[in-house]
T-cell receptor
Framework: AQTVTQSQPEMSVQEAETVTLSCTYD???????LFWYKQPPSRQMILVIRQEAYKQQNATENRFSVNFQKAAKSFSLKISDSQLGDAAMYFC????????????FGGGTRLMVKP | DVKVTQSSRYLVKRTGEKVFLECVQD?????MFWYRQDPGLGLRLIYFSYDVKMKEKGDIPEGYSVSREKKERFSLILESASTNQTSMYLC?????????????FGPGTRLTVL
């Protein structure tokens, strides 16, 4: 069974600084997707960024980028120029392409942004 | 924009009651999911459906059932609520394409069972 591990239950960052959230996963598959979702306090969970395993180039979405290390099974999220609105729970998720659309989630990291 | 709505944001029920949680999506998505979210455990899949009247068990189906009579609506049923089912419940939907598996989430229902 696949597992996704987020080893940092909580992180904090100063506004305008950069922070990296860690995620590792365990799989024997070679073709899969990885996702980072953001869940602000009392608000809807939204997709931040996703990475296709067969693409070597790291995905980037504005201030959000990933460091995808396939051999190490590592998928970290870097948030640059942190803003107060980045404060949220962040979940890493994995989906193999041969298993329909089922996602396996990590336990989440709570990010606090200090003004 | 994809919109996934859930019938209640907060719900308080008594032990033994039958509870219905409703989810509706407006993007004609084939797949719909029910998750349970607990601190430190992330999201755990309860049930999912890939078509009308079709359902598959997820990781923690015990104590739950589901119904999908129409494509846009997916219901989660707690036949006899228990205190250990106090949790946040999230509904999600996704396209049936095997490549585009992005899931879109509803706002969640925080259920308290007394």
């Amino acid at each position: 069974a696949q597992t996704v591990t987020q080893s940092q239950p909580e992180m904090s960052v100063q506004e305008a600084e950069t922070v990296t959230l860690s995620c590792t996963y365990d799989t024997s598959e070679s073709d899969y997707y990885l996702f980072w979702y953001k869940q602000p306090p009392s608000r809807q969970m939204i997709l931040v960024i996703r990475q296709e395993a067969y693409k070597q180039q790291n995905a980037t979405e504005n201030r959000f980028s990933v460091n995808f290390q396939k051999a190490a099974k590592s998928f970290s999220l870097k948030i640059s120029d942190s803003q107060l609105g980045d404060a949220a729970m962040y979940f890493c998720a994995y989906r193999p392409n041969n298993a329909g659309n089922m996602l396996t989630f990590g336990g989440g990291t709570r990010l606090m942004v200090k003004p | 924009d994809v919109k996934v709505t859930q019938s209640s944001r907060y719900l308080v029920k008594r032990t033994g009651e039958k509870v219905f949680l409703e989810c509706v999506q407006d993007m004609d998505h084939e797949n719909m999911f029910w998750y349970r979210q607990d601190p430190g455990l992330g999201l755990r899949l309860i049930y999912f459906s890939y078509d009308v009247k079709m359902k598959e068990k997820g990781d923690i189906p015990e104590g739950y059932s589901v119904s999908r009579e129409k494509k846009e609506r997916f219901s989660l049923i707690l036949e006899s609520a228990s205190t250990n089912q106090t949790s946040m419940y999230l509904c999600a939907s996704s396209s049936g394409s095997t490549r585009d598996g992005t899931q879109y989430f509803g706002p969640g229902t925080r259920l308290t069972v007394l």
